[in-house]
């Protein structure tokens, strides 16, 4: 089973981020509530209509982007929004759609000979061609390299901008906490978590972690000049590497002004705090593999 | 203008463009009958022979090549087509929109339609200006047949794109029913010059029916004469496509 009771509600005007790691049933949900996958179960209703049954309503609609697609590789930039446009009763002006997307100057080439980062963005105009109302974003940013996925990720925020309500997929954990309004994470089919990213982290008790190398003197670090700091828990000193941890708002800058009263100098000093990846791990007891998404 | 109208219109003229921009799929529908028709032209001339009842190598040739063009839109273009559609992704792109699947289908086979009769045309014009082609028949009569035969082949490509999940398996099966057929039936080669029982064998095949039909009417004989040939290509059109359109699926 790929996907087991899960249950969520969108809100209108928001950006909702199904985060989790490959197969964890994102694809699935998504796909059932775009109407493209009939659930065994259960009961979905998009803009208060059923995507299965009110077929041609809900597409109307709503946008698609969808994770695994293509277009004809010999069609051309403008003949793909042409096309789409005339699908739809009301479309937008796509030549300002691909102004704002930055494919302009790419009107006149084939979908063949697009790099990765624009075929998404030509997705995303197609998605947007109808000025849908609900936008399904399925893994957007998965293969593209870093400076694409931060165009994309402004691109997201405009929408969100323009008053629609965003469905976005990832499993990029950064991507979730950068973007969205609210998020669900799924594991194994099941939601284990749903909360805004800042809310999560929050409930999360997690230990904040910072770490500086201790510049000083001859003789070595003394832990116990900062473990009495409020909100320490542990400190670890390996030569002149300090690792603090503890919990609390102030815990970075008690630590500094202890230090800097015990008149030791520091650099690199750095601070982690908990991120939604932490909240993954908390919840489910599982890594989520980094070496596709982390940076 | 209704939605679906104008969608079908817009649909109909890019995949146009799309077939034109294959290289390789327009010369087989407008260049490669008239290469094939100007070599056995050169070779045979087109005198009048007593082996093709009276009339010369060009004649017989532009009915049997004409069924030729309809296997090639309708088989060798059209099923690989669809299957690559399919299989990367595209369909399921359509299938995200508000146009349904009859919109797709109608633009897919009028194109083929249009770009058949095209390579028709070039086919009758090459014929009879430099061989004098000889037509003895009934326009509307052979229109008809030709037509019966473009949707009876198109409805075959759609089944077996239905059935064939990807685009390596598609082009290969076509491969293997298209050319044994094209050169069986008569399509290809003058169906006088092969022996008995491949004539025989070649009847399991729809293109030999087609070939029969068109080239009959071709030479002003009766509709009367063709009846089993005419329920041949309706059996194969009602099936194609009653279980085509059961079978077809975006992704």
């Known amino acids: ?295 | 203008m209704s939605q679906s109208l104008r969608a079908f219109r817009k649909l109909a003229w890019v995949e146009m463009k799309l077939y034109l921009r294959e290289s390789i799929a327009t010369f087989f529908t407008l260049g490669f009958p008239m290469m094939l028709l100007l070599m056995f032209g050169s070779i045979y001339g087109n005198k009048p022979t007593p082996i093709f009842g009276g009339y010369g190598t060009v004649d017989v040739s532009v009915p049997s090549y004409a069924t030729m063009i309809i296997g090639t839109t309708g088989l060798m273009s059209l099923v690989p087509t669809i299957a690559s559609y399919r299989e990367r992704g595209i369909l399921r792109r359509f299938s995200t929109t508000p146009i349904g699947p009859m919109v797709f289908l109608a633009a897919e086979v009028s194109v083929l339609f249009v770009m058949t009769v095209a390579g028709m045309a070039l086919l009758v014009a090459t014929a009879k200006v430099v061989y004098g082609l000889r037509f003895m028949g009934n326009v509307l009569s052979v229109g008809a047949a030709f037509v019966l035969t473009c949707l009876s082949f198109y409805s075959l490509g759609f089944l077996m794109s239905a059935l064939l999940p990807t685009y390596r398996t598609a082009s290969t099966v076509t491969m293997v029913v298209f050319y044994p057929m094209l050169f069986m039936s008569g399509a290809g080669i003058p169906r006088e010059l092969l022996p008995a029982w491949m004539r025989k064998a070649a009847e399991i095949f729809p293109m030999t029916h087609a070939v029969t039909l068109l080239k009959g009417l071709w030479f002003g004989e009766p509709w009367s004469k063709f009846g089993r040939e005419v329920a041949m290509l309706t059996a194969v059109l009602v099936v194609g496509t009653v279980a085509s359109s059961r079978l077809f699926r975006w992704d």
């Open chain 1, 1 to 295: 089973m790929a996907v087991d009771d899960v249950s969520l509600q969108v809100r209108v005007g928001e950006i909702f981020t199904l985060v989790g790691p490959n197969g964890a049933g994102k694809t699935t949900t998504i796909e059932c509530m775009e109407g493209l996958r009939t659930p065994d179960s259960g009961s979905i209703r998009v803009l208060g209509l059923d995507p299965r049954k009110d077929k041609r309503q809900v597409r109307s609609r709503v946008g698609m982007q969808l994770q695994e697609s293509a277009l004809q590789p010999h069609m051309k930039v403008w003949e793909a929004c042409d096309l789409f446009s005339s699908f739809y009763p009301r479309p937008v002006d796509w030549q300002a759609l691909l102004d704002r997307l930055g494919l302009s100057e790419k009107r006149d080439t084939v979908f063949a000979k697009l790099s990765g980062g624009q075929k998404q963005r030509l997705y995303v105009a197609l998605a947007l061609v109808n000025d849908p109302e609900v936008v399904f974003l399925d893994e957007l940013t998965t293969g593209l390299d870093p400076q694409a996925r931060h165009a994309i990720w402004d691109l997201v925020l405009e929408i969100k901008k323009r008053g629609k309500t965003v469905l976005l997929t990832t499993h990029y954990m950064e991507e979730a906490a950068r973007l969205s309004d609210r998020v669900a994470i799924l594991d194994a089919g099941k939601i284990v978590a749903l909360d805004s990213p800042d809310n999560l982290v929050k409930d999360l008790t997690a230990e904040e972690r910072m770490t500086f190398a201790a510049v000083s003197s001859l003789e070595p670090f003394q832990p116990a000049l900062v473990r009495s700091v409020p909100g320490v828990t542990r400190v670890e000193a390996d030569g002149d590497k300090v690792a603090v941890y503890g919990t609390g708002e102030s815990l970075v800058a008690g630590v500094v002004g202890a230090l800097s009263s015990a008149g030791v100098k520091f650099t690199d000093l750095r601070s982690e705090r908990p991120s939604l990846e932490d909240v993954f791990l908390a919840r489910t007891g599982k890594r989520i593999r980094r070496e596709e998404g982390g940076r």
